[in-house]
């Protein structure tokens, strides 16, 4: 319980809450001096770490990778590199996953003065053509000099535009493979993962597999297609126009050419995506050594740090700032173990807990949401949780409670922690842990990051807001002013707006919050109507409704929200009123909605499939509010009745595979859960 802090309040009422901080209060124990060295990250994390040399930094299939051995494999990287010609400035387009390659080659690349440019590395459908297109564009608007990728990657991503990556000049790719720092035994681990998770997919196959001979038959079959792949692999390679470089030969090949290191906290040393607010393509956010590193001796500052060796699992991916800062600078930075994850879904994350027996995690709502319910951790003791970190949305007062109790009654002690931010800031802003936790805040901001809260009615320059409603709160736009700001510039285009406030440098958030008396910040919503996703994205319905509205068979489309029970978190629902009203049979509905999904977001290269809606109701009208305006919140509150047309995509955090659309199920009318 948070206790309320006495705040001047004439001093309130004159000047913005981005002037008086009345958050600093909590820090007034605070004494820890922010480690702010002119230098690249690489260097900045071996500072970090001296004395360190000989714990685990990361494991990876059994395989545990000391400190010591992991700056030995950053300066491999920076060799590499090296040999292969890059210099300081040139961005490497990177398709990869969490495995201890990519961070590596991160390090190694920020040594030189290159930038790793991190792209979600999932392709977005079986429409292979489709996804290259979209990749092609990425690389193009963002001016790439070379590629690293995943050998999945590149044969579902590259292989089908290397004549038009040619073109543009690339001259290498770079392919690394998962198992490239595996083991044997740590490829059998993998293997044995890969099973599970299919169980924990196929009933059925969870029941065969109680046989072990079945068990066994799996395992020979996941041996037999990894030999398959590695076939397929060196025949796509034969093949290429372009030279297909493997990261362990150019590592081998370089191992004795020396680097000259960098040491410039100015320069970008990582660009990665968010959903963005102008367009459906992921918005690149360039970030520098010292965005970077501001941002990890923040959290620093504040104690919510992890402890040296605690067990953190790595899942969050690379290309959101999110997961390469809080989820791997930060935990590096703290002397972690990290526990690598390539791949897994939603109702894999039970098992990955039950596996590697974390002293924290940091997931979405929607991950640790679906804890209490998940069997496969009905029996197990959890003494070993000591944290658990939600971030990218927000939960309801009844989830954390839930969540609580349900790690109390499974041996942890560990309290529900979270905390607000943006890509633009490095994924961090604030952090609610301890005497400034409470149930639905977004807690404080970090000790030299500045929310301020500004009226959101006014567009073209920062107007604080100061009044007060009847409980104390003050509420408006955030805007957000710190050193791990980006600034927002790539290629010389402005891709992110600053606004001057009071001598200093903002970002509009267009989140609305609202703030306590003693400095606590409350999420409220999004102006733009945008939600996040179960899995961490940001839909934004305009940008939905404007390429489906582009269907010749549409009138009128809105996009909104329902949870889904499945996959513990919110998903997309596109209502749709057809141009031709006497169209209203279940078949019709199938066609158009296959139609729609194919053409406006499979083959559109601004759209990703993450925007597909999971469901899509046809219906003759949208409701209205007393303005004449769409009603959206009706539309919210009508949840599920069965006639939706069922969309099911597979996909994991890194693969989407097949697409199925389903007619109508007519099941009884199911209300959608609503937070409260």
Known sequence: MIKNLEVNQSKMESLGVHQTKPWMTYYADRTYKMFLPNTNIADYLRQKTVGLEKMTAETYYTRKISFEETFSRVDSASRALTGLGVKQGDILFTLMPNIPESGNIWLGASQIGAIVDFADPRPDSMDLLANAKKVLEMIRFEQANYIVALDRCYTAMLKPIENELKDFGIQNIIVVSASDSMTIRGIIDYLIDVIKYNQLRNARMAADATKKLRFYQALLMKIQGMKQDKVALNEAIASSPIEIIRYQDLVKECQ??????????????????????????PKPIPLTNKNQIFATEQVFKAGVN???GDRVIHELPFFSPLGSNNNFLIDMASGANLFDVPEFEINEFGYLIKKYKPNVFLGTPSWLSSLPKCSYLKKTNLSCIKRAIYGGDSMSRNEEIELHEWLRSHGSSSEVEKGHGMSEYCGGGTYAAGKWNCYESIGIPFPDTIYGIVDPNIEDRLVPVVDKDEDGFISGELVVSSDAVTSGILHGNQIVSHY?????????????????????????????RSFTRFDGYKVKPAEIEKEIEKNPNVDICRVTYYYDEEKKGLMPIAHIVLSDSAIQSSEEYVRIAEEIIQEQIIANQDM???????????????????????????????????????????????????????????????????KE
């Open 306 to 308: 992890v402890g040296v």
């Open 608 to 674: 990703s499939s993450r925007q597909i809606p999971s469901r899509i109701k046809f219906r003759s009208s949208i409701p209205l509010t007393k303005n004449s305006k769409f009603d959206i919140n009706a539309l919210v509150s009508e949840g599920l009745d069965g006639t939706e047309v069922v969309v099911n995509v597979e996909e994991t955090n890194l693969f989407v595979g097949k697409i199925t659309v389903l007619p109508p199920q007519q099941k009884s009318k199911i209300k959608c859960k609503v």
């Open 500 to 528: 001057e406030l009071d001598g200093k440098s903002y970002i509009r958030t267009r989140d609305l919050v609202k703030m306590r008396e003693d400095g606590v910040f409350f999420f409220q919503a999004r102006k733009d």
């Open 256 to 281: 004795n050419v020396p680097f000259a290191e960098i040491k410039d906290e100015n320069l970008v040393s990582y660009i990665g995506h968010t959903s963005g607010t102008s367009g459906a393509r």
